[in-house]
């Protein structure tokens, strides 16, 4: 078949896929490109199996694998970031009206060289950033001057391309209803205003898996 990998090219290339670091992996699992994708893996696998995604089987197993250059043809044809895979960096997404905030979290993770930073004052710009971007992680304030952020979390979380997104909200709010709440609509984390800035570093890198 025309669309066939050369085996023993992947399988060369697997054997110096060692490295964790995504912007140096040259073979990708189903379960990788899944993850880098934000998408289930059955869809993957799907995309895979009909041809749209093209890569070769393990010999003597049924396991796929998907080389780094055709992987980021998929994502392009399909308008999804590639930045992680060119610059191995965890896109994060800042949604908070309060630019005071917005400000401390620029100096705080902009300076980062392990994150991508974008931020946003209002849901709106929150829901066509999640779309564009693709974040691994979202802050996002509960108050929003046009919709709460449990509105925003819960639009998000049926979007099935945002599947492996991380969500934290913070908020001022003290009713543990209130928080039991935002939990509900599918935050990941809640924190309080106002905030530790260690604390929240630490859960941004538990939740991210760094």
């Known amino acids: 078949m025309a669309d066939r990998v050369d085996l023993l090219g992947n399988r060369a290339m697997s054997q110096n896929n060692g490295s ?7 073979v990708f699992t189903t379960g990788e490109a ?4 934000k998408v289930s893996q059955q869809t993957i696998i799907r995309c895979f199996d009909s ?15 998907i080389p780094r250059e055709e992987l ?3 994502m392009r044809d399909n308008e999804i970031p590639t930045d992680r895979m060119e610059s191995g960096k965890h896109r994060i997404l800042v949604v908070d009206d309060d630019n005071q ?20 004052n209002t849901g709106y710009d929150a829901g066509i950033l999640t779309e564009s971007f693709k974040p691994d992680l979202m802050i996002l304030d509960y108050m929003l001057p046009d919709i709460n952020g449990n509105v925003v979390c819960e639009t998000v979380r ?4 945002l599947n492996g997104m ?6 001022g709010v003290v009713n543990q209803g209130e ?3 935002l939990l509900q609509s599918g935050a990941d984390e809640f924190i309080k205003k106002p905030f530790n800035i260690e604390v929240l570093q630490n859960r941004i890198g538990a939740l991210l898996e760094m």
């Open 101 to 120: 905030i917005v400000e401390l979290f620029v100096d705080l993770l902009g300076s980062d060289d392990r994150y991508e930073l974008r931020t946003a």
């Open 179 to 181: 928080i039991d709440d």
């Open 51 to 65: 041809g749209r995604l093209k890569g070769f089987r393990v010999p003597g197993s049924r396991f796929r694998r």
């Open 158 to 161: 049926k979007n099935p391309a």
């Open 72 to 74: 980021l043809r998929f």
């Open 34 to 37: 899944a993850d880098i994708c």
């Open 166 to 171: 991380k969500v934290i909200i913070v908020s």
């Open 20 to 26: 964790s670091d995504i912007s140096l992996k040259q």
